[in-house]
C-alpha cells in the first residue's frame, strides 16, 4: 500500500539554525513527493515538489531529494527564520491511487528569535 | 487568479443537525478532492470528483456523508446528523489534470465544532 511516515514533532530551533524533517514512504508505482506548509489557521500551501528519482525541489530556500533507493525525501532548510514557523507535510501521489494525496502526519516547527 | 475557496470558514452545529460545506475550484480546475483533518493528524482522503461525477470515494464513512460537484455550482460536502466525531477541519483541493505529477491546491478549510 501507500504511506508516509513523517518525523515527530515538535520541532524547536532557534533563528538561523540548520533544518531537517525526515520523511519517508511506501508506495506502489511510480509516486511523486510534496511538501506542503500549513501556517495557523490556514490550508495547505505547496513548498516544493518532486516527481522522478533523483529529482531535487527546492523553494523559499528549502530543499528536498526524491531518494528512491531509500525511500525517503527529507526537508532540509540551511537557515530558518521566525517566519518559517508552521506545520510541514509531506505528501505522495501515486499511479495507482487515482491521484489522491497520503499525507504524513505533520511536523510542526517553531523558530525562536 | 483566484484560489479555491471554501466556505464557511468556521462552522458550529449541534448533535443531529446537518453540516452543508462548499468548495469552488480553481478556474480551470475540473478535479475536486475533499480531505479530513483531525486535530493532531495528518490530512486523510475523503473522495474524488469531477463535474457530475464521483470518482473515487473510497475514504467516505459509509453513512451520513455525501459529495456532490453539480455542473453548475460549487462542490459541496453534506454531513447528516452530525456527532462530536465529525468534528475537525475539512479541505477541499483542487487539479486541472489527473496526473500523479500534478499538484492539489487547496482551500482554507472548514473548521466544524458539533457540540
Known amino acids: 500500500g501507500n504511506s508516509v511516515t513523517q518525523m515527530e514533532g515538535p520541532v524547536t530551533l532557534s533563528e538561523e539554525a540548520f533544518l531537517t524533517i525526515n520523511c519517508t514512504y511506501t508506495a506502489t508505482g511510480y509516486p511523486s513527493l510534496f511538501w506542503y506548509v500549513q501556517y495557523p489557521g490556514e490550508g495547505l500551501q505547496l513548498l516544493l515538489k518532486?516527481?522522478?528519482?533523483?529529482d531535487k525541489g527546492s523553494n523559499k530556500g528549502f530543499e528536498a531529494t526524491y531518494r528512491k533507493e531509500t525511500t525517503s525525501f527529507h526537508l532540509e532548510k540551511g537557515s530558518v527564520q521566525v517566519s518559517d514557523s508552521a506545520v510541514y507535510f509531506c505528501?505522495?501521489?501515486?499511479?495507482?491511487?487515482?491521484?489522491?494525496?497520503?499525507f504524513g502526519t505533520g511536523t510542526s516547527l517553531t523558530v525562536i528569535p | 487568479n483566484a484560489g479555491v475557496m471554501q466556505n464557511p470558514r468556521h462552522l458550529v452545529r449541534r448533535r443531529g443537525q446537518e453540516a452543508r460545506l462548499r468548495c469552488s475550484p480553481m478556474k480551470g480546475h475540473s478535479h475536486v478532492y475533499w480531505y479530513r483533518q483531525l486535530p493532531e493528524e495528518g490530512l486523510k482522503f475523503m473522495v474524488y470528483?469531477?463535474?457530475?461525477?464521483?470518482?473515487?470515494e473510497s475514504g467516505m464513512p459509509k453513512e451520513r456523508f455525501s459529495a456532490e460537484f453539480p455542473k453548475e455550482g460549487p462542490s459541496i460536502l453534506r454531513i447528516q446528523q452530525v456527532v462530536r466525531g465529525d468534528s475537525a477541519a475539512y479541505f477541499c483541493a483542487s487539479s486541472p489534470l489527473v496526473s500523479t505529477q500534478e499538484t492539489q491546491y487547496f482551500g482554507p478549510g472548514t473548521r466544524l465544532l458539533v457540540l
Open positions: 518532486a516527481t522522478k528519482a533523483d
Open positions: 470528483l469531477q463535474k457530475e461525477n464521483i470518482i473515487d
Open positions: 505528501a505522495l501521489s501515486s499511479t495507482n491511487t487515482g491521484n489522491q494525496f497520503y
